[in-house]
């Protein structure tokens, strides 16, 4: 282990991005500030107190000096962490569940808990913006989800639906351009927890997700087939990851 990275309060962290270049990490979690730790030498660089409730999601813009949080306080900030003016753009979305940009920093994808996946231009104007109403692309879904997840190819997202009553547990495949639900791939338990989903294998051809009975499932993306089932953890797996330079290599913790 090259670093522990401890926060010296008792807020917990439940999400973590890399920057482009891997000398920066960003943490957010059940605290209303967003941290950026130097990897190479484990130090807090700097805290970013632009929320005023819990941050659920960030993400970085691909030049490396500016990343997108989103949280309980129904606002999206772009943050220039270089600067001395953090906050250069907001928008108001609603509560934020995940989020995501494109590879060419161009569109942000949010998910929030009005079961809505807002597709928002992204552009230097500084300044607030009002999306609650309106004004932006959107995807209506008909059931709560709890996470999103980003192709490559910008154009299709994947989220974690939880179950209610005793309907099946669903991963729902929506491609941004035409508005359409494309795939749903069942099997999995997903009803009090936060799950977290991802494509993965040569041309990211396969889905994976963790689930609450414990084990880690894999379906083929283009027919919803379930392929696998793997055992290994003995209670809830509510993170997965597909190694990007090793095609037969997953993670998966709880």
């Not at 130097?38 to 970013?48: E, I, K, N, Q």
Request: overall charge negative; hydrophobic content about 35%.
């Amino acid at each position: 282990m090259k670093h522990s990275l401890q926060r010296d309060d008792s807020l917990s962290i439940s999400f973590l991005a890399w920057s482009p270049d891997d000398r920066k990490l960003l943490s957010c979690g059940s605290g209303n500030s967003v941290r950026m730790w130097d990897t190479t030498s484990g130090a807090v660089l700097r805290d970013f107190f632009v929320h005023t409730n819990s941050v659920s999601a960030c993400a970085w813009f691909p030049d490396g000096k500016r990343f997108v949080s989103g949280g309980l306080d129904k606002v999206v900030y772009m943050v220039d962490v270089e600067g001395d003016n953090e906050e250069r753009r907001m928008w108001r979305t609603g509560r934020v569940n995940d989020l995501a940009l494109t590879s060419d920093g161009k569109k942000l994808i949010v998910a929030n808990t009005d079961k809505k996946i807002l597709i928002i231009e992204v552009d230097d104007k500084d300044g607030a913006e009002d999306l609650e109403q309106g004004g932006c692309e959107c995807i209506q879904e008909t059931e709560q989800f709890t996470s999103l997840f980003l192709a490559d190819d910008d154009d299709h997202v994947i989220i974690n639906v939880s179950a209610l009553s005793d309907n099946p547990s669903e991963i729902h495949m929506w491609n941004l351009s035409t508005k359409k639900l494309i795939h749903r791939y069942i099997g999995h338990s997903q009803r009090r927890f936060v799950l977290r989903s991802c494509l993965g294998g040569a041309g990211q051809s396969f889905v994976l997700g963790g689930s609450e009975d414990g084990n880690v499932y894999i379906w083929k993306r283009s027919t919803g087939k379930l392929l696998e089932v793997l055992q290994g953890h003995g209670s809830l797996v509510n993170c997965v990851a597909w190694c990007p330079t090793n095609a037969r290599l997953i993670a998966s913790a709880r």
